[in-house]
């Protein structure tokens, strides 16, 4: 099996830009959980989907935003990028959602720059 | 105070030796999760444990549910093995993981 896909790998983007980055799951995997990961904060929690609905949000702005598509693919939205948005975002999948835990797999992650 | 606390932050060890990671967490999980990344970013995932023990070759993972406390051992440590080792707990009713703030391990030769 393919493991979880992300594209585009590398981004640099512009101050007040906006981005867009795309995560295919692991085929049969219907979770997609989203972290940003950058040296000051390590990795944090962004949101988490299952079944093309939002289930958790971390506490990031609203700029923030992602949706989750019929064949589980997944893609996140930053609006109005700012320096400290550059980071690396990673994706993870799981095959399902709910209250048994599931091992999560990661995707190589995008690295985004903003300047 | 961080929910999930890892000791050392970084541990540098001789080819060899025995490695040992620790991991606390101060609230309820429904897993522990340990996770390895390498230069580049990639993270794999060594571990998922709610209860005991776990072995996969030369790595071990235990927890400890009433003390909240988890360690990941590392056998005959080997120069690959350098990486950074996250523990992360999982979040109850859900899938999203709080992650420990790493442990950066090197094997020198």
């Known amino acids: 099996k393919a493991g979880v896909t992300q594209t585009p790998r590398y981004l640099i983007k512009t101050r007040g830009q906006q981005v867009t980055l795309s995560c295919s799951p692991i085929s049969g995997h219907r979770s997609v959980s989203w972290y940003q990961q950058t040296p000051g904060q390590g990795l944090q929690f962004l949101f988490e989907?299952?079944?093309?609905?939002?289930?958790n949000k971390g506490n990031f702005p609203g700029r923030f935003s992602g949706r989750q598509f019929s064949n589980s693919r997944s893609e996140m939205n930053v609006s109005t990028l700012e320096l400290g948005d550059s980071a690396l975002y990673l994706c993870?999948?799981?095959?399902?959602?709910?209250?048994?835990?599931?091992?999560?797999?990661f995707g190589p992650g995008t690295r985004l720059t903003v300047t | 105070k961080n929910e999930v606390e890892q000791s050392p932050q970084n541990l540098t060890a001789q080819e060899g030796e025995f490695i040992t990671i620790n991991c606390s967490y101060s609230?309820?999980?429904?897993?522990l999760h340990w996770l390895q990344q390498h230069p580049g970013g990639g993270i794999v995932s060594l571990f998922m444990l709610s209860s005991g023990k776990k072995k996969h070759g030369r790595l071990i993972a235990t927890i400890n549910i009433q003390e909240k406390h988890s360690s990941l051992h590392i056998t005959a440590s080997h120069p690959r093995d350098s990486a950074v080792y996250i523990c992360a707990r999982g979040i109850q009713g859900a899938q999203k993981l709080v992650f420990g703030q790493g442990t950066r391990l090197t094997i020198n030769p």
């Open positions: 989907y299952f079944s093309e609905t939002q289930r």
């Open positions: 609230v309820g999980i429904s897993a």
């Open positions: 993870a999948s799981s095959l399902n959602w709910g209250s048994i835990p599931y091992e999560q797999y």
